[in-house]
């Protein structure tokens, strides 16, 4: 395989692309699926529109792009520095073997691969810790509360606050529980943080 990609590295960049992009699509559906389930009993799939679903894989898929370049710039100054630790670990007598860690230029796709893994594990851990403690990602606040005189139905919901914000529904959590809206023309809001 490393010789395929030798031989013609612009064509395994399009396959690798295609397939983390659908790779993100799919863990941005899951994730969001999580979420929504886990603070507000809701399917996500059924409020958001595609469009919704859309932007919120390139969010994800942007996240896992930064967290990549982060760690090839992390591999490559590891690589850079190999030497300097190598001479400055070298008197313990081999109790810090530097030698078998892989650097940049050694690294293999199975290497890359298991970074991406740990990679992808911990951007999940950090993107579900609000959840856990029941509160909304950072991704998902929009620094919206409800104006004072709104009404979901017969519901008052003076001291509402905009959890969720879509291109054609939103989640408002207010006193008396969670409301899911469609019409966001009559939904007036002010901002939370002045």
């Given at each position: 395989?490393?010789?395929?990609?030798?031989?013609?590295?612009?064509?395994?960049?399009?396959?690798?692309?295609?397939?983390?992009?659908?790779?993100?699509?799919?863990?941005?559906?899951?994730?969001?699926?999580?979420?929504?389930?886990?603070?507000?009993?809701?399917?996500?799939?059924?409020?958001?529109t595609p469009?919704?679903?859309?932007?919120?894989?390139?969010?994800?898929?942007?996240?896992?792009?930064?967290?990549?370049?982060?760690?090839?710039?992390?591999?490559?100054?590891?690589?850079?520095?190999?030497?300097?630790?190598?001479?400055?670990?070298?008197?313990?007598?081999?109790?810090?073997?530097?030698?078998?860690?892989?650097?940049?230029?050694?690294?293999?796709?199975?290497?890359?691969?298991?970074?991406?893994?740990?990679?992808?594990?911990?951007?999940?851990?950090?993107?579900?810790?609000?959840?856990?403690?029941?509160?909304?990602?950072?991704?998902?606040?929009?620094?919206?509360?409800?104006?004072?005189?709104v009404q979901?139905?017969?519901?008052?919901?003076?001291?509402?606050?905009?959890?969720?914000?879509?291109?054609?529904?939103?989640?408002?959590?207010?006193?008396?529980?969670?409301?899911?809206?469609?019409?966001?023309?009559?939904?007036?809001?002010?901002?939370?943080?002045?």
């Open positions: 395989m490393t010789d395929e990609i030798k031989r013609n590295p612009i064509e395994w960049f399009i396959k690798a692309f295609s397939v983390l992009t659908a790779g993100s699509f799919v863990f941005s559906g899951m994730m969001n699926g999580i979420v929504f389930w886990a603070l507000w009993r809701l399917n996500y799939f059924l409020i958001a469009s919704d679903v859309i932007m919120s894989a390139f969010l994800f898929g942007m996240m896992l792009t930064i967290g990549l370049i982060v760690s090839g710039i992390f591999v490559h100054l590891a690589s850079k520095l190999y030497p300097v630790l190598d001479r400055a670990f070298g008197w313990l007598g081999g109790k810090l073997n530097f030698k078998h860690y892989p650097v940049a230029h050694k690294f293999t796709i199975a290497d890359w691969t298991q970074l991406f893994s740990y990679l992808l594990v911990v951007t999940m851990i950090y993107l579900m810790a609000p959840v856990i403690r029941r509160q909304p990602p950072i991704w998902y606040q929009t620094g919206l509360q409800v104006s004072a005189d979901f139905g017969s519901r008052a919901c003076s001291d509402g606050v905009v959890e969720w914000l879509g291109a054609s529904a939103a989640i408002v959590r207010c006193s008396s529980g969670v409301v899911v809206t469609h019409n966001l023309e009559s939904l007036r809001t002010t901002p939370r943080f002045p």
